[in-house]
Nanobody
Framework: QVQLVESGGGLVQAGGSLRLSCVASRRPLSTYAMGWFRQAPGKEREFVSAVSRSGGRLNYADSVKGRFTISRDNAKNTVYLHLGSLKPEDTAVYYC??????????????????????WGQGTQVTVSS
């Protein structure tokens, strides 16, 4: 099974940016559809962004559309999430998630947490006002 490890979180001022990375090991990332979720204190985990196995289809939550960018580099077994124009309400633990995806549907992406099988441990993002 794949192991996912996030990094890149930290403390940033409002308006700033960060790049989160999610590195996969034990299995090639190229066979997984990937997503990013976040969870703020006292709130449920929410969808942030997703990318298909092929990388050709992307999806974003309305709250981050135009500010965040998801990408993947299968050669490096890494998925990225660039966070731009950060707001205090973006403060949360950010998790990457993976779902094995068959080769006959490489364009599928998923937006619900229960659609993903594997999760990283999370990385904290704190945005100060």
């Amino acid at each position: 099974q794949v192991q996912l490890v996030e990094s890149g979180g930290g403390l940033v001022q409002a308006g700033g940016s960060l790049r989160l990375s999610c590195v996969a090991s034990r299995r090639p990332l190229s066979t997984y559809a990937m997503g990013w979720f976040r969870q703020a204190p006292g709130k449920e985990r929410e969808f942030v962004s997703a990318v298909s196995r092929s990388g050709g289809r992307l999806n974003y939550a309305d709250s981050v559309k135009g500010r965040f960018t998801i990408s993947r580099d299968n050669a490096k077994n890494t998925v990225y999430l660039h966070l731009g124009s950060l707001k205090p309400e973006d403060t949360a633990v950010y998790y990457c998630a993976g779902r094995p995806q068959s080769s006959d549907n490489v364009s599928a992406y998923y937006t619900r947490a229960n659609q993903y099988t594997y999760w990283g441990q999370g990385t904290q993002v704190t945005v100060s006002s």
